[in-house]
């Protein structure tokens, strides 16, 4: 081969033709000297330049020659000489420029532990450090076989820590490592534990800000890496509760306001460092970062990025109640969010986490006001529907957003009857039949929208969303998120007369609310909603028969006051669905003597003494009940319910409906002269005169204190013939001679 210290020189004036031959010179060379430090420097010198020169080049020296073997060799034979680590690690870099040779220096060649033990060798040796921090920018980072290669096998993540300490002065190796970090980072779930948990690479993160506050690519990249760091939970805690990078990510917002990749990779740190409940706090109320998030979407409205990544921001900050005040009231962030949603229409991921963050700021009431009556953002919520019927993330937000927004009352009308968006939801279910989550959420807003009456009319008759509602608790039986808002939504809609027959009858939707409540008994959501849902639909007399004697739904309702004892809510829903039901001369008797409820209401009760609707609803469903003459035996005299009567009337002395059920549950008790001496003993009468007393117009407590006095003017009618005849031996025979019978 000739004189190996001027191959520089031979390859400069090589032409195009002869890359080949010369390569496969050095190829050459290479392997018959391998102990020879000054050829393989000068051989790796050579390669970088050639392959530097141009993509034919990489092909024949990569693919055809396969050069990387011997740069690998010499790395391997001569670790302690830094030229030829230099040297190597360049011409690596630049062949890695072709993709092919990627996948051959990785997957052949093992490239990574010669890059490792480089930096091992060289610590300070800033040549070094630069060519491998670009090495691993280009080589491993366009493949997921590599980054778990590079970031777990030979543990690349401890050169990348020990360049960072030894230069940390050095901007350009500082920026190299936080790309570095960011791409072995990026999506590899077990590469963010190491680097973080075992590395505590967050520690370099914050020194390379802290000390290069200027430098927009040692910012950029920083975010960058723990954007990807913190999408693990318990970095979040470390990066932002231990380290409170919160400080430097928002230095790098304020030192860096034109820069429009600095504020969208810090906003994307804020986002997922802010899924945690400490960080929203310290995030939001102690560094007020939505001051920065604001001025980056005022300062860049036309980035789609920074759109995005600031929404994303404040849906998971807004997550925290204290938050939602500083960024719905104090800081306005609704107008930015409208106007990112307006600017970008056509944007998926902006209008996706536009309406996550007004999902998550219309939890507050005061917010509620503002975005839909003073920004009117259901007019851009409906638009990103409409705009992006296909898209499935952006229907089951909007329709989140919508859920928030509707409990509103004056919303409620703006939703449902100036925008119409029934028919958007609508359209939803209809087009994503297969997503539980888009069917949940659109079940959600239903179930706030038909809070209204007039949206009863309109969704349960005009657009017929029932049939939707049945479809979703069909389609997916399995999910408790979907039964408790569907039962949900067909209790508000079911307020309606006409919609209770279209649901009960026409949809027989009982079906489903007793298929949903057998298939989730330990959900606590879905047998209470399931409960209100049967409480409404029960007002109609043939839902009566359908539900009670067809659907036998009293075994459900049993079935949950016995599995949910501690729960209030449940508790009174379910005695408010045997109210109704007990309207029904057979449900009468199923109820009270089949199923035996009168012990599952006693209970109730019982255990609830303090619950005014508990009690409430108690006595409403024992006073139907006890029309029944066998049942007004059970429940007087066999479960002695008087005792529960007067307890609940002495313990909400000022509730008048309350009061009225009691009474008119003991005048109906009372008709039964067995019931009614038992119930005297029990002291209802006192009860009812001081219920009297209170409520002198209540018709209900003068009646039951008429009836429970009727055994009093029987015991003393039942004395008259005694006394009539006491009175005629006094007189035939004298007082003297007198002794009363």
């Known amino acids: 081969m000739g004189d190996y210290n001027h191959l520089w020189i031979r390859v400069k004036r090589v032409s195009d033709h002869e890359v080949r031959d010369l390569g496969q010179e050095i190829v050459t060379a290479m392997r018959n000297h391998p102990e020879s430090a000054i050829i393989q420097e000068n051989a790796c010198g050579a390669l970088w330049f050639l392959a530097a020169s141009n993509n034919r080049n990489q092909v024949i020296l990569g693919q055809d020659l396969e050069v990387g073997k011997y740069i690998i060799e010499a790395m391997r034979n001569h670790p302690k000489i830094e030229i030829v680590q230099e040297y190597a690690c360049s011409a690596l ?42 090495a691993i920018e280009r080589l491993p980072a366009s493949k997921i076989r590599n980054k778990e290669f590079l970031g777990q096998d030979m543990e690349a993540r401890s050169k990348t820590l020990i360049a960072m300490r030894v230069h940390l002065h050095d901007a350009e190796i500082q920026k190299e490592a936080c790309r570095a970090l960011m791409n072995l980072a990026a999506n590899i779930a077990r590469n963010k534990i190491i680097l973080e948990q075992e590395l505590e690479i967050g520690k370099e993160i914050v020194a390379a800000m802290h000390d290069h506050p200027e430098s927009e690519d040692v910012q950029r990249y920083a975010c960058s890496a ?21 400080k430097e990510i928002v230095a790098a917002m304020r030192n860096h306001p034109a820069s429009a990749i600095i504020q969208e990779n810090a906003c994307g740190a804020l986002w997922n460092l802010a899924v945690n409940d400490r960080n929203q706090v310290i995030l939001g109320q102690e560094l007020e970062v939505g001051k920065d998030i604001v001025a980056a979407m005022r300062n860049h409205p036309g980035s789609e990025g920074i759109q ?37 229409p056509a944007s998926g991921d902006v ?27 259901s007019k851009d919520i409906v638009a990103a529907m409409r705009n992006h019927p296909g898209s499935a993330i952006i229907q089951e937000n909007a329709c989140s957003a919508i859920w928030n927004l509707a409990a509103n009352d004056r919303n409620q009308v703006i939703l449902g009857q100036e925008l119409e968006v029934g028919k958007e939801i609508v359209a939803a279910m209809r087009n994503h039949p ?24 309109i969704l349960g008759q005009e657009l017929e969303v029932g049939k939707d509602i049945v479809a979703a608790m069909r389609n997916h039986p399995g999910s408790e998120g979907i039964q408790k808002c569907a039962c949900g939504a067909l209790w508000n809609l079911a307020c309606n007369d006409r919609n209770q027959v279209i649901l009960g009858q026409e949809l027989e939707v009982g079906k489903d609310i007793v298929a949903a ?15 209100s849902a049967l409480w409404n639909l029960a007002s109609n007399d043939h839902n009566q028969v359908i539900l009670g004697q067809e659907l036998e739904v009293g075994k459900e309702i049993v079935a949950v006051m016995r599995n949910h004892p501690a729960s209030a809510i449940i508790q009174e829903n379910a005695c408010g669905a045997l109210w109704n039901l007990a309207v029904n001369d057979r449900n009468q008797v199923i109820l009270g003597q089949e199923l035996e409820v009168g012990k599952d209401i006693v209970a109730a009760m019982r255990n609830h003494p303090g619950s005014e609707g508990i009690q409430k609803c108690a006595c409403g469903a024992l006073w139907n009940l006890a029309v029944n003459d066998r049942n007004k035996v059970i429940l007087g005299q066999e479960l002695e319910v008087g005792e529960e009567i007067v307890a609940a009337m002495r313990n909400h002395p000022t ?48 009646i039951a204190k008429s009836n429970l006095s009727t055994e009093i003017l029987d015991s003393a009618k039942s004395l008259i013939p005694v006394i009539l005849l006491s009175v005629l031996l006094y007189i035939a025979f004298g007082h003297k001679n007198f002794q009363l019978l």
């Open 517 to 531: 409540m057998r298939n989730h008994p330990a959900s606590g959501d879905v047998q209470r909603y399931a409960c």
């Open 655 to 702: 509730l008048e409906l309350l009061q009225e059920h009691s009474c008119s549950l003991l005048a109906t008790l009372s008709l039964n002269s067995s019931v009614r001496r038992i119930l005297r003993d029990q002291d209802t009468l006192q009860a009812e005169e001081g219920t009297c007393n209170r409520f002198r117009s209540l018709q209900a407590a003068k």
């Open 434 to 457: 297969g997503s539980a989550i888009i069917q949940e959420n659109a079940c959600g807003a239903l179930w706030s929208l038909a809070v209204n009456d007039r949206n009863q009319v």
């Open 351 to 377: 209008q996706r986490y536009a309406c996550s963050a007004l999902w998550s700021l219309a939890s507050n009431d005061r917010n509620k006001v503002i975005l839909g009556q003073e920004l009117e953002v």
């Open 93 to 134: 870099l630049d062949l890695a420029v072709n993709d092919r040779n990627q996948d051959i220096l990785r997957d052949k060649f093992c490239v990574g532990a010669e890059i490792v033990e480089a930096v091992r060798e060289h610590p300070r040796n800033a040549r070094v450090q630069e060519a491998v921090r670009w």
């Open 226 to 246: 723990l954007w990807s760091l913190a999408s693990n939970d318990r970095n979040k805690v470390i990066l932002g509760q231990e380290l409170e990078v919160g």
């Open 308 to 344: 995005k990544c600031a929404c994303g921001a404040l849906w998971n900050l807004a997550a925290n109640d204290r938050n939602q005040v500083i960024l719905g009231q104090e800081l306005e962030v609704g107008k930015e969010i409208v106007a990112a949603m307006r600017n970008h």
